[in-house]
T-cell receptor
Framework: GAVVSQHPSWVICKSGTSVKIECRSL??????MFWYRQFPKQSLMLMAT?????????EQGVEKDKFLINHASLTLSTLTVTSAHPEDSSFYIC???????????FGPGTRLTVT | AQSVTQPDIHITVSEGASLELRCNYS??????LFWYVQSPGQGLQLLLK??????LVQGIKGFEAEFKRSQSSFNLRKPSVHWSDAAEYFC?????????FGAGTRLTVKP
């Protein structure tokens, strides 16, 4: 149990366009979902935390107008990168927390390349 | 806020040799500790975790880790490394709604 999926697994988009990444908890209800960003050969950096039906809480330095997060249901969160630029190219990983668990369950990641 | 330090950026070991990856954490309360492995272009795979109880934790793929409160450490060990263990390893400490990762240790396995 506790499986998290992401879609797409990789995406290429042109500079200036927007791209949406979905994160789904497949076999549990996720009270909280998290979005991380990972640059090559670096660690995961938390971008934002979202609770179902509430506005996301963004980490310092993360542009909330650029990285739109919607947590519309207990099994789905989406990250939309608006007006993407090459510097937004990265590996985006979501995770989900179940009930009162401290543990987060991670998705397989989405590779975004902006050309 | 909690934090994690992985002092070794890169470690090279010979296949069949033992392995220890270091992890030190900073957290005011009892920490929830994790080790993950990540292969290139892949997501994270949980190797093991410590919440409470026995301080020696067994994980998948023959890995184990020992929680030492006095040293604020949670080092990962494996008695005999296989070539397939080459990957990036991340230590993490979590509180409610907050997980922090170390910088990672890249493991290279020599034949």
């Amino acid at each position: 149990g506790a499986v998290v999926s992401q879609h797409p697994s990789w995406v290429i988009c042109k500079s200036g366009t927007s791209v949406k990444i979905e994160c789904r908890s497949l076999d549990f209800q996720a009270t909280t979902m998290f979005w991380y960003r990972q640059f090559p050969k670096q660690s995961l950096m938390l971008m934002a935390t979202s609770n179902e039906g509430s506005k996301a809480t963004y980490e310092q330095g993360v542009e909330k107008d650029k990285f739109l997060i919607n947590h519309a249901s207990l099994t789905l969160s989406t990250l939309t990168v608006t007006s993407a630029h090459p510097e937004d190219s990265s590996f985006y990983i979501c995770s989900a927390r179940r009930g009162q668990d401290v543990e987060q369950y991670f998705g397989p990641g989405t590779r975004l390349t902006v050309t | 806020a909690q934090s994690v330090t992985q002092p070794d950026i890169h470690i090279t070991v010979s296949e069949g040799a033992s392995l220890e990856l270091r992890c030190n954490y900073s957290y005011g309360a009892t920490p929830y500790l994790f080790w993950y492995v990540q292969s290139p272009g892949q997501g994270l795979q949980l190797l093991l975790k410590y919440f409470s109880g026995d301080t020696l934790v067994q994980g998948i793929k023959g890995f184990e880790a020992e929680f030492k409160r006095s040293q604020s450490s949670f080092n990962l060990r494996k008695p005999s490394v296989h070539w397939s263990d080459a990957a990036e390893y991340f230590c993490a400490v979590a509180a409610y709604n907050d997980m922090r990762f170390g910088a990672g240790t890249r493991l290279t396995v020599k034949p």
